[in-house]
Antibody, heavy 119, light 107 residues
């Protein structure tokens, strides 16, 4: 069974940093592109970042470029999102999601981890 | 960046109704479009990929169509468990944008 379990969310002050993790199991992690998607309270889905299977390619939304860094450790079956210079509009539930293998959709999602940015 | 515009943003419907949601892309995305269903407090669920292919386990009352810039999600006979918010997403290019969502509510 495919499982994606996010962790690392919490309360952080504006300007602070946080590192999210996503532990993957039930599939060959190194074979799939991975993504972070977020959802601010009461708002829609926002794609944040994607990383290729061997970390050769990383992509970011303009809203986080230069502040967030996506990474993965295929040996540990884990995906990460390092978030720096956090702002109030970064507050959201952050979901880890796995590609379907053919760039057609995000097939599996974690349960999400909540990031709150407040002084 | 490719913008996706869903219509309507809100939809009131009754059980048994036929429901259609439209997603328009600001430029052509061939068939790189997915549809998701999200219920409150839950992660999104992939319903349809490649514009018209039903994800495994999704009921056949859901269908997708379109290519290029105009796409539709149709629910042929709305069931109680279908009241949710629906999103389209384009995977043709980065950033992989989502539509703003369509909330399907009970009339």
């Amino acid at each position: 069974e495919v499982q994606l379990v996010e962790s690392g969310g919490g309360l952080v002050k504006p300007g602070g940093s946080l590192r999210l993790s996503c532990a993957a199991s039930g599939f060959p992690f190194s074979s799939y592109r991975m993504n972070w998607v977020r959802q601010a309270p009461g708002k829609g889905l926002e794609w944040v970042s994607s990383i290729s299977t061997t970390s050769n390619y990383m992509y970011y939304a303009d809203s986080v470029k230069g502040r967030f860094t996506i990474s993965r450790d295929n040996a540990k079956n884990s995906l990460y999102l390092q978030m720096n210079s956090l702002r109030g509009d970064d507050a959201a539930v952050y979901y880890c999601a796995r590609d379907d293998g053919s760039n057609w959709g995000l097939e599996y999602w974690g349960q999400g981890t909540l990031v709150t940015v407040s002084s | 960046d490719i913008q996706l515009t869903q219509s309507p943003s809100f939809l009131s419907a009754s059980v048994g109704d036929r429901v259609t949601i439209t997603c328009r892309a600001s430029q052509g995305i061939t068939s790189y479009l997915a549809w998701y269903q999200q219920k409150p407090g839950k992660a999104p669920k992939l319903l349809i990929y490649a514009a018209s292919t039903l994800q495994s386990g999704v009921p056949s009352r859901f269908s997708g169509s379109g290519s290029g810039t105009e796409f539709t999600l149709t629910i042929t006979s709305l069931q109680p468990e279908d009241f949710a918010t629906y999103y389209c997403q384009q995977l043709n290019s980065y950033p992989r944008t989502f539509g703003q969502g369509t909330k399907v509510e009970s009339k």
